[in-house]
Antibody, heavy 121, light 113 residues
Framework: EVQLVESGGGVVKPGGSLRLSCAAS????????MNWVRQASGKGLEWVAR??????????EYAAPVNGRFTISRDDSKNMLYLQMNSLKAEDTAVYFC????????????WGQGTLVTVSP | DVVMTQSPLSLPVSLGQPASISCRSS???????????LSWFQQRPGQSPRRLIY???NRDSGVPDRFSGSGSGTDFTLKISRVEAEDVGVYYC??????????FGQGTKLEIK
């Protein structure tokens, strides 16, 4: 069974940093574009960042609110996805999901269970 | 950015009755490759989102056939032919035709009347 398991969430002060990890099992991360999506408590889904496969250049894209502060990366040798979050703000408080968010025909879509990030003084 | 607008935001439905959710985009979702990348997700209480439908009408494996997607251009619909108790949750549409960013609708909360 495919699993994406996020970790690294916690409580951090405004201006602080946190690094989220996403471990994939029964799924080869290197073949997939990977994304981070977040959800503030009681709110909707917000796309945060995407990284393409290394074969496609490993290009990254970011949502405007996090551009310049967050960095998405991958370590295909470890089957891991990361999100380095710097200069955190209160509005970054949310559950962060790693997900394939794919639209490729006949490719299933996978989501992790999420990890909670709380930015609070 | 493409704005996705769902309606209604709250949907009380009796068991066994049909349900319909509308999703409208601020611009056509036809991609330059000719495909339309519009997906529907279900998020049950306390769970992660789960994709139900992609490319307007392709149902994911394991999704009951009472769920169907339709539409074109800027207007899309998710229909549930007969609502069951397990369908309670929030439903989101999402476009992936014009990114970044992928954008989601606000969500429609389906509850049993």
């Amino acid at each position: 069974e495919v699993q994406l398991v996020e970790s690294g969430g916690g409580v951090v002060k405004p201006g602080g940093s946190l690094r989220l990890s996403c471990a994939a099992s029964e799924f080869t991360l290197s073949n997939a574009w990977m994304n981070w999506v977040r959800q503030a408590s009681g709110k909707g889904l917000e796309w945060v960042a995407r990284i393409k496969t290394k074969a496609e250049g490993g290009t990254t894209e970011y949502a405007a609110p996090v551009n310049g502060r967050f960095t998405i990366s991958r370590d295909d040798s470890k089957n891991m996805l990361y999100l380095q979050m710097n200069s955190l703000k209160a509005e970054d408080t949310a559950v962060y999901f790693c997900t394939t968010l794919t639209s490729v025909l006949h490719h299933p879509d996978y989501w992790g269970q999420g990890t909670l990030v709380t930015v609070s003084p | 950015d493409v704005v996705m607008t769902q309606s209604p935001l709250s949907l009380p439905v009796s068991l066994g009755q049909p349900a319909s959710i509308s999703c409208r985009s601020s611009q056509s979702l036809v991609h330059r490759d000719g495909n339309t990348y519009l997906s529907w997700f279900q998020q049950r209480p306390g769970q992660s989102p789960r994709r139900l439908i992609y490319r307007i009408s392709n149902r994911d494996s394991g999704v009951p056939d009472r769920f169907s997607g339709s539409g074109s251009g800027t207007d899309f619909t998710l229909k549930i032919s007969r609502v069951e108790a397990e369908d309670v949750g929030v439903y989101y549409c999402m476009q992936a035709s014009h990114w970044p960013p992928n954008t989601f609708g606000q969500g429609t909360k389906l509850e049993i009347k």
